[in-house]
Structures are given as structure tokens and as C-alpha cells.
């Protein structure tokens, strides 16, 4: 029956093009968070203040940030004048937080305003940011409605393939 072959391969393709959607998009969002890391960063290292690429910030540099600064890893902050930042990626709050002394730098987050110098405590897999994204692609996808129901069609229409075969 050359209709319910065309059926059959229409679902099929139909499922496989969700799937490439669903992958595609939590692909982007991995992307898109990469992207909020910063790909160079200015460290005191020996004493001397140096610009590095952020890939190379490893735990225990003295990070230097000031306005305008991405946070390339996760660190605490040993010396504070007027630090603002923007932390609406982890937190959602859309004001800037404050920072002092001893309070957590993030990943990804923003410098508004001020200056400060803060000491590395977690890179790459590591950091809160990483955690994040870990989640958005480390987890499984739940099934959909639609995905469901395709799996409803795709046997129904086997079951009839194979009920009309065997009559």
C-alpha cells in the first residue's frame, strides 16, 4: 500500500526534524553561554599586572577588574572600591549587587562599576557558570506532548502496517 508507506516515512521524518530542532537549540544555548565569558583578562602575577587570554587564568591569580570587565572565573574578592555587578545571568535580579571584601565573583557576571582585585577559586568545569550549562545539556530532555504523541502515531501506523502485511 503506497499510501500508508508515505505515512510511515512522513512521521519519521517529521520526528527526526523536532529532534534536530530540540538538539540544535540546546546546542545554541551552550553557545550563547560560552560567549558570556570574557577571551582576555588583566591578572597580577610576580607583582606585575599582566593581560592574558582568560583560557589561561588558573586558580590562585589575582584578577584585576574594573567597569566594563567580564569575570572569567569564579574568585573572591580580597580588596573592593565601589564594586557593582551585574549577576542577573546566575541570579535574574536585575540590580547590580554590591561587592566587599570576601564576597564570590562569578563566571559570566558583569562589572558596572568600580574596581577590585580577586583571587581565582574555580576555572572552567569548575565554576558556577559551567554548573549551568552542565545542567541545560547534561540533563534529559523530557518528553513533549508532541513527541509523545508522535510515538502514539508512529505505532499505530506500524500496527497497521504490520496487521495488513500479515492479513
Same mark, same amino acid.
Given at each position: 500500500?503506497?499510501?500508508?508507506?508515505?505515512?510511515?516515512?512522513?512521521?519519521?521524518?517529521?520526528?527526526?526534524?523536532?529532534?534536530?530542532?530540540?538538539?540544535?537549540?540546546?546546542?545554541?544555548?551552550?553557545?550563547?553561554?560560552?560567549?558570556?565569558?570574557?577571551?582576555?583578562?588583566?591578572?597580577?602575577?610576580?607583582?606585575?599586572?599582566?593581560?592574558?587570554?582568560?583560557?589561561?587564568?588558573?586558580?590562585?591569580?589575582?584578577?584585576?577588574?574594573?567597569?566594563?570587565?567580564?569575570?572569567? +572565573?569564579?574568585?573572591? &574578592? =580580597?580588596?573592593?572600591?565601589?564594586? !557593582?555587578?551585574?549577576?542577573? /545571568? %546566575? @541570579?535574574?535580579?536585575?540590580?547590580?549587587?554590591?561587592?566587599?571584601?570576601?564576597?564570590?565573583?562569578?563566571?559570566?557576571?558583569?562589572?558596572?562599576?568600580?574596581?577590585?582585585? +580577586?583571587?581565582?577559586? &574555580? =576555572?572552567?568545569?569548575?565554576?558556577? !557558570?559551567?554548573?549551568?550549562? /552542565? %545542567? @541545560?545539556?547534561?540533563?534529559?530532555?523530557?518528553?513533549?506532548?508532541?513527541?509523545?504523541?508522535?510515538?502514539?502515531?508512529?505505532?499505530?501506523?506500524?500496527?497497521?502496517?504490520?496487521?495488513?502485511?500479515?492479513?
Amino acid at each position: 500500500m503506497p499510501q500508508l508507506g508515505i505515512a510511515i516515512f512522513g512521521v519519521i521524518v517529521i520526528n527526526a526534524v523536532f529532534s534536530f530542532v530540540q538538539e540544535n537549540r540546546a546546542d545554541k544555548a551552550a553557545e550563547r553561554l560560552k560567549a558570556l565569558l570574557p577571551t582576555r583578562v588583566t591578572v597580577r602575577r610576580d607583582g606585575r599586572a599582566r593581560t592574558i587570554d582568560a583560557a589561561e587564568v588558573v586558580l590562585g591569580d589575582r584578577l584585576l577588574v574594573e567597569a566594563g570587565d567580564r569575570i572569567p +572565573a569564579d574568585a573572591v &574578592a =580580597v580588596q573592593s572600591s565601589a564594586l !557593582l555587578l551585574d549577576t542577573s /545571568l %546566575l @541570579t535574574g535580579e536585575s540590580r547590580p549587587a554590591s561587592i566587599a571584601v570576601g564576597d564570590d565573583l562569578f563566571a559570566g557576571t558583569f562589572v558596572v562599576e568600580g574596581t577590585a582585585e +580577586a583571587v581565582v577559586t &574555580a =576555572v572552567g568545569a569548575a565554576s558556577r !557558570l559551567a554548573g549551568i550549562a /552542565l %545542567l @541545560t545539556t547534561g540533563t534529559e530532555k523530557p518528553r513533549t506532548p508532541l513527541t509523545i504523541g508522535l510515538a502514539e502515531v508512529v505505532r499505530l501506523i506500524a500496527l497497521i502496517a504490520i496487521g495488513v502485511g500479515a492479513f
